[in-house]
Antibody, heavy 118, light 111 residues
Framework: QVQLQESGPGLVKSSETLSLTCSVS????????WNWIRQPPGKGLEWIGY???????NYNPSLKGRVTISLDTSKNQFTLNLNSVTAADTAVYYC????????????WGQGTLVTVSS | QSALTQPPSASGSPGQSVTISCTGT?????????VSWYQQHPGKAPKLMIY???KRPSGVPDRFSGSKAGNTASLTVSGLQAEDEADYYC???????????FGGGTKLTVL
């Protein structure tokens, strides 16, 4: 069973770039979609985007221009970069996978809280 | 794309059944069979409970069931148990450019 684990700084300064890594263990990254999803404190889920195992990407239009998701299959990792962050980007960030877009995210990482400070 | 509409809260007593709705449009819920439901306990990651409207992943109790009628999908929890108390989110594929959308979430309370 595939397991996911997020890692990265818990505190990022406003206007800087948020960078997180999701490490994948227990399975191959081939033929899967690798997603980032976030949840502001006390609020609902927001899909950020995905990278497919061939490197193709797709992003939430509301974040387009600020987000990049990349894949490193040699390290069994994928990475989220979100630039020009503001307090509105403070959230728990989850990585999750699926075999087809929006078929069902399973499994998820445990999540990591990123706080944007001024 | 707009978020799917869920009731903010739902409740039921142990042993009862409760249904949570998820309303979208013909461009998302009504147009595709890629509706999923997630359970989230406080401080935990969401867990997939239902996918493709009605299917349960391995390990999910058959007390959880999904359905869809028109633009509204529903999650029914039968034989409510204390551990079912959690937030529940729906999601749907929207078809356009492989995009999708989540619902706003429903807090289920077991009385």
């Amino acid at each position: 069973q595939v397991q996911l684990q997020e890692s990265g700084p818990g505190l990022v300064k406003s206007s800087e770039t948020l960078s997180l890594t999701c490490s994948v263990s227990g399975g191959s990254m081939t033929h899967y979609y690798w997603n980032w999803i976030r949840q502001p404190p006390g609020k609902g889920l927001e899909w950020i985007g995905y990278v497919y195992s061939n490197g193709d990407t797709n992003y939430n239009p509301s974040l387009k221009g600020r987000v990049t998701i990349s894949l490193d299959t040699s390290k069994n990792q994928f990475t989220l970069n979100l630039n020009s962050v503001t307090a509105a980007d403070t959230a728990v960030y989850y990585c999750a996978t699926e075999d087809l877009p929006w078929k069902g995210f399973d499994p998820w990482g445990q999540g990591t809280l990123v706080t944007v400070s001024s | 794309q707009s978020a799917l509409t869920q009731p903010p809260s739902a409740s039921g007593s142990p042993g009862q059944s409760v249904t949570i709705s998820c309303t979208g449009t013909s461009s998302d819920v009504g147009g595709y069979n890629y509706v999923s439901w997630y359970q989230q306990h406080p401080g935990k990651a969401p867990k997939l409970m239902i996918y493709e409207v009605t299917k349960r992943p391995s390990g999910v109790p058959d007390r959880f069931s999904g359905s869809k009628a028109g633009n509204t999908a529903s999650l029914t929890v039968s034989g409510l148990q204390a551990e079912d108390e959690a937030d529940y989110y729906c999601s749907s594929y929207t078809g356009s450019h492989n995009l999708g959308v989540f619902g706003g979430g429903t807090k289920l309370t077991v009385l």
